[in-house]
């Protein structure tokens, strides 16, 4: 076995890493999420159905708070930021002309004392990054996990990496682990790189990956958060394919297990529909992981999320979708 590999997993050179097509771009979020920092803005992202639903009250049309602006994406009126300030965000593609008014392109999140920029709300995009509870629940799987795992971590990667919650929390928990935080997505990419700096989270690495086809090398974790959903539209950071949204997320935890390095582990946190009673992710995920060289856990972190797919054709067979948390290790 190639020793550098399993310290360090090599990127593939033959693919290009992400440029940061608009540098005055990020370092403005740089310095707009260090300054929230320095006021202790604090915004929980919740569900967008209750985002909706908040931001209906006749009384919130109208941001009149930082947190209005950069959490719950209301629209402002001039004057409520500072007149420099709000030059250099109009400049910087930060904030746009809306009705009248100015809306911020971006979401800031809290998870216990950092700040995360996502994409704004509604998340409509192709390409948006999404951050709310299900972030949350990855969140203390992964804190869960690295408080109670003995086992070393040299070389670690998030899948799918959206805001870089993952790699970020790895990264800071285990300073001399290398952190990969990969993704399809650009904007995930340059928002990661954007939270990994805030966070001073200096082993984390953005890149360019399809699942793991983009690196090589072993890891001792591999952490993943993927899209669940069987999405329609096919957005990107919502669609998880066929199986009612259960595909890639079976992708994703057959590469990751052929990577891991002895003792590692792959925690994969997922959507898990039922029909009839039969969890439709772990019937297909068994027969990856009954194997005699892998251990694994299962459980259900929450036994019913997005109850309102429920309510429309594609989910129609469906009894419930349960969030779920996959931990297999390699025993030898």
Avoid at 172 to 188: E, G, M, Q, S, Y
Wanted: one cysteine or more.
């Amino acid at each position: 076995m190639n020793q550098q590999n399993v310290l360090e997993p090599q990127i593939d050179t033959e693919l290009d890493a992400p440029e940061l097509t608009d540098e005055s771009h990020d370092l403005a979020l740089l310095q707009l999420g260090q300054h929230l920092q320095s006021v202790d803005y604090r915004f929980v992202t919740v569900t967008p159905l209750t985002h909706q639903r908040v931001n209906a009250r006749d009384e919130n049309r109208v941001a009149r708070t930082l947190r209005d602006v950069f959490g719950w994406s209301r629209p402002f009126e001039t004057g409520l930021l500072d007149e420099t300030e709000l030059e250099t965000l109009l400049a910087s593609g930060i904030l746009r002309a809306h009705a009248g008014m100015w809306v911020s392109e971006v979401r800031w999140s809290s998870l216990d004392d950092l700040l995360f920029v996502h994409s704004a709300f509604p998340t409509v995009a192709h390409d948006s990054v999404f951050f709310g509870p299900d972030t949350y629940r990855f969140a203390q799987a992964i804190e869960d996990h690295l408080r109670t795992s003995t086992h070393p971590i040299r070389t670690a990667v998030d899948i799918g990496c959206g805001s870089g919650v993952g790699a970020i929390l790895v990264g800071r928990a285990r300073r001399d682990a290398h952190v990969l935080a990969v993704d399809i997505n650009p904007t995930a990419l340059r928002f990661t790189a954007v939270n990994a700096s805030l966070a001073k989270a200096d082993n984390v690495v953005a890149y360019h990956s399809d699942i793991l086809a983009g690196t090589t090398g072993e890891f001792d974790l591999i952490v993943a958060n993927p899209p669940y959903m069987k999405d329609t539209q096919e957005r990107a950071y919502r669609h998880g394919g066929e199986h009612l949204g259960s595909e890639l997320s079976v992708r994703i935890l057959g590469q990751a297990i052929e990577r891991l390095a002895p003792g590692g582990s792959v925690l994969l946190y997922t959507g898990a529909p039922s029909i009839d009673g039969e969890d439709v992710f772990l019937h297909q995920a068994r027969g990856l992981i009954d194997r005699p060289d892998l251990a694994w856990s299962y459980r259900e972190m929450d036994p019913d999320v997005f109850g309102e797919e429920l309510e429309t054709e594609t989910y129609q067979q469906a009894d419930r979708i349960a969030a779920v948390v996959l931990t297999v290790t390699r025993t030898r």
